[in-house]
């Protein structure tokens, strides 16, 4: 997309179409949320290694610097999964220091802020502590609070197929960036947790509704809240027993991160780190259905970096 969520709205306004480009009054928010453009390719950056910053850095370069998408004084949430008390090397939660590498990453972009939180499915006080991602974001200079359930605002999603509207987290309403860094991993319910799985931790309601029909749920989320940035963090991928796992032989390094500004082909292009095919994935699948970015993997220009 290449442009930020304040640069959306102000150049192009109120529109609508097969991609829906949302304003205030239709998302029925004092803020707005930035919704997805359509995708006709994507560009897919692969990482290989352990040194995060250069990978990021690397990777960023490739789809034109992180100052294209981040502005001085903006506003920025860096979106971790930190769902569940599992130390690092079970693979339950994003790596701390991919996290602490995009931290610090934005920071250095201008960005006037840089937050970090995830509304966990296990306590959140011992989740943040035992996935070492609270110490970390908040050691490479981030905000780091828990997500008040009581402080949330209603999206109406207007063209969603499965959920017409949302409670989501106020505070991501008043984001100006959102850097969704999802962890890699099996799934009980949909197969593989991914980008838009991710984004159910910006919701504040029961998240048990979006259980049935999640795939399309999901996507009608996205739709709304669409991600300025994927970075997906395959450095450890759970391969079964998810999304809490408990067992170290889940556990499978790859030392991979997957990074894109579209999060369906982030999705798409991460099913074959295990060995499926985009659309084995449900959400994928949907996706495709609705032209919702890009599913086919021979739409994409993949391209690597290691380090």
Known sequence: MGISRREFFRDLGLAAGAATLLGREALGVDEAVWPYAPYKTADVIVCEGTAYNTLLTRAFDKLGGLKKYIKSGDSVLVKPNIAWDRAPEYGANTNPFVVAALVELCLGTGAAEVKVYDNTCANC????????????????????????????????????VA??????????????????????????????TLGMKNLMG??????????????????????????????????????????????????????????????????????????????????VKE?????????????????????
């Open 163 to 192: 959920v017409k509207k949302a409670e989501i987290y106020a505070d991501v309403l008043k984001t100006d960036v959102i850097v969704n860094v999802p962890i890699a991993k099996d799934h009980s319910l949909s197969r593989l």
């Open 202 to 283: 910006i919701l504040v309601e029961n998240r048990g509704r979006w259980h049935q029909r999640i795939n399309q749920k999901l996507v009608d989320l996205a739709q709304v809240v669409t991600p300025t940035l994927t970075v997906i963090d395959a450095t450890r991928v759970m391969t079964a027993n998810g999304p809490s796992g408990g067992g170290l032989g889940y556990v499978k390094r790859l030392d991979k991160l997957i990074v894109t500004t579209d999060v369906t082909a982030a999705d798409a292009y991460a099913t074959t780190l295990f060995g499926l095919e985009p659309t084995d994935l449900g959400v």
């Open 287 to 307: 996706a495709k259905k609705r032209d919702f970015g890009t599913a086919d993997l021979e739409r994409m220009n993949v391209s690597k970096v290691a380090a």
């Open 125 to 160: 006080r011992r989740s943040y502590d035992s996935s070492g991602i609270a110490d970390a974001a908040r050691d490479a200079g981030a905000k780091v609070s828990y997500v008040d359930t009581a402080l949330g605002k209603t999206v109406n999603i207007p063209n969603g």
